[in-house]
Structure formats: C-alpha cells, structure tokens
C-alpha cells in the first residue's frame, strides 16, 4: 500500500442551543437583510441544532493542483437525538480493499468541521448580498491554524487507525511495524510543512433559517519527501428534514 495514499483523501457533531424557540420566532420578525452576517450564521446553526432529528448526503471529491478530480465519494446520514451520527459511504473507490474502503470511512467526517465553525475562530461575511425571500449564503473562513489543526489530527489519525487494522500486520507484524514507523516519520515531517486555507460556503433558508447546504473548500500545501504538493479538498453536504 502506497503510503501516499495517506495525504490522499484527508481527514461534527451537533451544536448546542437552549434558546431555540425564541431564535425561531425571532427569526420570524427579522428580516434577513438586516442582519450581520454572525448573527445570521448564529440564527442558522441555532436552528440546524435545535432539530431532534435530520438526515444529510453529498459528495467528497480530492482534486490536484491541475484540477483533476483524483478520487470522489458520495456519502449520506441521519443525525438523531441532538448528536448521535450515523455515516454511510455510498460508493467507495472500486479498486479499494477492505481495509481502505474502512480508511476512507474514518479518514473524513463530513459534520465534523461544524465544531470549528461554530468557533470563535471564523471570520464571516455574506457570500452575495442578502435579499428578502432568497436563500441566505454565507462564506465562513477558519483561522488557518485552526483548519491546519483539523487536517493534522485528521492524518494523525488515519495512521492510527492503519497501525490498528490487524489485516494489515497479521503476515508480518515486525515488517509491518517497520512500515509504519517510517511512514509516521515522514508523515510529522509533511505536517512541519503543511499549510492549509479551509473556506466553507453556508446556505439557509430565510425563513426557517435551517441550513440546506454546506460546501467545504480545503486547500492543502505541503512538501512529502523534499517535494511539493498541493491538492483542494471539497465536500458539498445536503441537509435534509
């Protein structure tokens, strides 16, 4: 297996909120165009977490510096009890195995970056400018060592998860073992030079204000045994009640 494969597809959980009802009814007597953009992106997350229960799809696509789409998965999934996942791929990669196939499922959480933007570290602005009874949409930045934070750990942990398939040391563990660390070294060495800029794109709907789209765009700069690299990461993730 190509260690490569782990800065290939890279690496949220529901956001709490008690004031639902009145946010709901506030919404209902403000108008969207009169609302900054934090407040709006507050008005919509507020909604999406005050949902006991919503199902979501979309598509994850890996692109290179060419803009060829080097690997693309669909996904779909329910949200039930204000935070219990469920996560299904659609259509892995053909060729993978078994074991990949299981990678790429952990690898990428499609809600996971709801954390962070529900985090200080965001800056917010309208992506057009709002217009009454049209859909809202949002253009939300992360801090870039917050979005460099979450592709790390995100890589930290498919190496983990590797090192613990015993499918793939069962024949050799101490080949395997040696496998691994190597690719561990070369892996933090990556992360030293790794740089990351994540834009995510939020669409809601004016008058429930429950989001109906979420489009994440993660581009990624590094160096991987001396030589550079730069691939875009996006995922466009369709909420559904």
Known sequence: MSMNRIIGMKPIAAISSVTILFLGLQGCMTSSTALSPDKAFALSASALSGV??????????????????GS???YEGEVSGHGQLKLLWKNPPATASVSQSKQQETAYRPLQILDALNGKSTVITYAEKPVAARPIRLRIRLEDSVAKARVADGLKEELSNLR????????????????????????????????????CYWTADPKSWF?????????????WDGKPYKEKRVSQ???LR
């Open 52 to 69: 006991e229960n919503y199902a979501f799809d979309g598509e994850l696509s890996v692109i290179d510096p060419h803009g060829t789409v």
């Open 211 to 223: 989001p109906k789209q979420m489009r994440e765009e993660t581009v990624l700069a590094y160096r």
């Open 237 to 239: 993730t369709n909420f």
């Open 72 to 74: 693309k998965a669909a």
């Open 164 to 199: 613990a398939d015993a499918s793939l040391t069962k024949n050799n563990s101490a080949k395997a073992e040696l496998i691994l660390n190597a690719a561990d070294k070369r892996l933090q060495a990556a992360i030293s030079t790794l740089s990351v800029e994540t834009v």
